[in-house]
């Protein structure tokens, strides 16, 4: 759904209604991309693969600064989101990695 543009918000509250409609859809959007970090385990798991790919680690970095710089965002805070938010996703992975490879043994 559509929201108000920030310029057609008249008072604080279609501001809140705004802020509370894109936060609704970055949590779905975090919520498909934890859907890959799901399949991402499974796969590294039958790669006997580690959950940390330092390149790869800093090519999403890379890709989210520029993406940033291209939005007119502070691309030091996109990218503090994003090391934040990959930290959690690369720790997950971690975890059930290691639970997997201690059932094997």
Request: a negative charge.
């Amino acid at each position: 759904m559509t929201g108000l543009e920030p310029q057609d918000c008249g008072n604080m509250q279609d501001i809140r209604d705004e802020i509370d409609r894109l936060d609704l859809a970055l949590v779905d959007l975090i919520g498909e991309r934890f859907g890959y970090i799901q399949r991402a385990w499974q796969i590294k798991l039958a790669e006997n693969s580690a959950a940390l790919v330092p390149w790869r680690v800093q090519e999403v970095v890379d890709k989210v600064r520029a993406r940033a710089s291209a939005c007119d965002l502070p691309p030091d805070m996109v990218e503090a989101l994003w090391r934040q938010m990959m930290g959690w996703f690369i720790q997950y992975e971690d975890e059930r990695l290691r639970k997997k490879m201690e059932r094997k043994s």
